[in-house]
């Protein structure tokens, strides 16, 4: 089955610095890939998410990019704000029929102002 | 629109106590999921059903049943409770394999 490593597993950065979680999945047929973000005590919510068709996608201040050959994708957040403290999830899943999101551990994402 | 509705939102129970923590959600969705949550180690699937009649085990299946009752109704139960089931549950649903995840705003279990 998908294992989906997720590193860092804590960030912290200062407002209006870049920030940039790295997520690696195992199973080549995986080809969906989203990101989630759940504030404290709040529920996880779909961020963005990317395709394998698709190398890059962007979304006001935040990209994700995917290397297939390379079995890793990654969420990049710029110009960061005390807003984006969160917990961010990778997830990744192939698109077959009795199949589902596997998410990685998640990233605690501090921004200090 | 209520999204996906889970309850209860907090329960305490004894070891070796059973209960069933209900979810349902009104998009008519297809696939339904229920996911455990603990500090450091993420969102682990525990079961999932695709479509209504089928349930499929996810990554930490032991200890628990499922029963997708009907296309909108999805449920877990913990047969023995076990204070390794101490945890926040979830339950998902999407549309389609490759789309949003919807989660219900989590059953918080402790097991004493």
């Known amino acids: 089955g998908e294992n989906v490593e997720q590193h860092p597993s804590t960030l912290s950065v200062q407002e209006g610095d870049s920030a940039v979680i790295k997520c690696t999945y195992s199973?080549?047929?995986?080809?969906?890939f989203p990101w989630y973000k759940q504030e404290l005590g709040k529920r996880p919510q779909l961020i963005i998410d990317?395709?394998?068709?698709?190398g890059e996608k962007k979304d006001q201040r935040i990209a994700v990019t995917l290397n297939k050959t390379a079995k890793h994708f990654s969420l990049h957040i710029t110009e960061t704000q005390p807003e984006d403290s969160a917990v961010y999830f990778c997830?990744?899943?192939?698109?077959?029929?009795?199949?589902?999101?596997?998410f990685g551990k998640g990233t605690t994402l501090s921004v200090s102002s | 629109n209520a999204g996906v509705t889970q309850t209860p939102k907090f329960q305490v129970l004894k070891t070796g106590q059973s209960m069933t923590l209900q979810c349902a959600q009104d998009?008519?969705?297809?696939?339904m999921y229920w996911y455990r949550q603990d500090p450091g180690m993420g969102l682990r699937l525990i079961y999932y059903?695709?479509?209504?009649?089928?349930?499929d085990k996810g990554e930490v299946p032991n200890g628990y049943n499922v029963s997708r009752l009907n296309k909108r109704e999805f449920s877990l139960r913990l047969e023995s409770a076990a204070p390794s089931q101490t945890s926040v549950y979830f339950c998902?649903?999407?549309?389609?394999?490759?789309?949003?995840?919807?989660f219900g705003e989590g059953s918080r279990l402790t097991v004493l």
């Open positions: 998902a649903s999407t549309g389609q394999v490759t789309g949003e995840l919807f």
């Open positions: 199973d080549s047929a995986s080809n969906y």
């Open positions: 990317i395709r394998s068709n698709v």
């Open positions: 997830a990744a899943t192939p698109n077959q029929a009795g199949t589902a999101l596997i």
């Open positions: 998009m008519n969705h297809n696939s």
């Open positions: 059903s695709a479509s209504e009649g089928t349930t």
